[in-house]
């Protein structure tokens, strides 16, 4: 019986991880990744959490569309989080796009490098919203959680900045996010007492913001959202901030509190950016 139960769950892991990505990725970097520290491999997942890629040396975004009756022409960059050492691959990327393409957007999963490549994700952040922009629709935006919600931001911010040299005619496109949605955001608190992130510059031409924290998220976004949120004001750019008492961090769209109010409040901020 032990012998049954474990081919089972053995099967059901291969499974698992067969599955991870329901469409062929797409490769943002045709040739050499610009300040890589790794030649180009395959993503490497955590054999212990299958939801989660522990290495990425070839960033990639995977597709997600929605039925063509629905389609609003519109699409979305997905941004994981996971303290820009791994990223939440499934229930912080696909999950989420799968919702996106019911309320009729195209979305887009970026797998951007970890671990530990802050200027790396943010190059292929930039990259991905170009590559994304150059298949045609009306507006691109970002969506991220935690980290992924940090490089959405700085996406929104520094869309100015060349941070890697043109390779092609897809970096041509406008690099900025027409919209961004930050859920439990990290990391843009990280200036003097908590003061915006030095990274980060407001203006009022930033990308409009719909932000989500929670009060007991200690370890990350309970100041992030405030932080943004007074930086945001002080330059009139818009913002739209929802912040609850309770929800903690990292649950995505799953459990019965703050990871199913969050998406009703994006649904209808979303509708304004139409």
Known sequence: MKRLLSILVTGLVTLSMQAQFLSTPIEIWPKKVPDSLKPKAKHVWDTK??????????PA??????????????????CPGGAYGILAYIHEGQEIAQWLTSQGYTAYVLSYRVPGQRLGALQDAFRAIRTVRSYGFQKVGVIGFSAGASLSCRAATRWRETCYDPIDKIDQQNQ?????????????????????????????????????????????GSISSVTILQAMQAKGAPIELHYLVKGGHGYGMRGDGAGKIWPLLAEQWLKTQL
């Open 49 to 58: 959490a299958p939801d989660h890629i522990i290495e990425v040396t070839s």
């Open 61 to 78: 975004i995977e597709v997600f569309q929605p039925e063509s009756k629905k389609s609003n022409h519109q699409a979305v960059v997905v």
């Open 176 to 220: 900025r996010p027409d919209f961004a949605m930050l859920i439990y955001p990290a990391y843009l608190d990280e200036g003097e007492n908590h003061t915006l992130s030095p990274e980060l510059t407001v203006t009022k031409d930033t990308s409009p913001l719909f932000v989500f924290g929670t009060q007991d998220d200690k370890d990350y």
